[in-house]
Nanobody
Framework: VQLQASGGGLVQPGGSLTLSCTTS????????MAWVRQAPGKEREFVAA????????YYSQSVQRRFTIFRDNAKNTVTLQMNDLKPEDTADYYC?????????????????WGQGTQVTVSS
């Protein structure tokens, strides 16, 4: 099982970044996917999730209306489009996968994890 996150970097406040997660080794279309982040010195925090069919999305209040999660089941990828970035969005961002429906915001329920990609929002 592999989940490879990419796309992080340094961006100014108000800017945009697109994170991608490429997966292999498990039936991607049978898994719900999520992005979770961890800021320095803080616990992991749910960011966004998308159902296995891609027809339902979930967002934390802190990113709603700024971030968009979508997936391509043909390419086994999940993407997080981040707009209007703020310094408090600075964190390592991880993609994660789970088979069981429900409790999407509880990151402890996810089965597979990728390595993080670092996002820094600073002027």
């Amino acid at each position: 099982v592999q989940l490879q996150a990419s796309g992080g970097g340094l961006v100014q406040p108000g800017g945009s970044l697109t994170l991608s997660c490429t997966t292999s080794g498990f039936p991607f279309s049978a898994f719900h996917m999520a992005w979770v982040r961890q800021a320095p010195g803080k616990e992991r925090e749910f960011v966004a999730a998308i159902s296995k069919a891609g027809d339902t999305t979930y967002y934390s209040q802190s990113v709603q209306r700024r971030f968009t999660i979508f997936r391509d089941n043909a390419k086994n990828t999940v993407t997080l489009q981040m707009n209007d970035l703020k310094p408090e969005d600075t964190a390592d961002y991880y993609c994660a996968a789970k088979m069981v429906s429900g409790l999407y915001s509880d990151y402890l329920n996810y089965d597979y994890w990728g390595q993080g990609t670092q996002v820094t929002v600073s002027s």
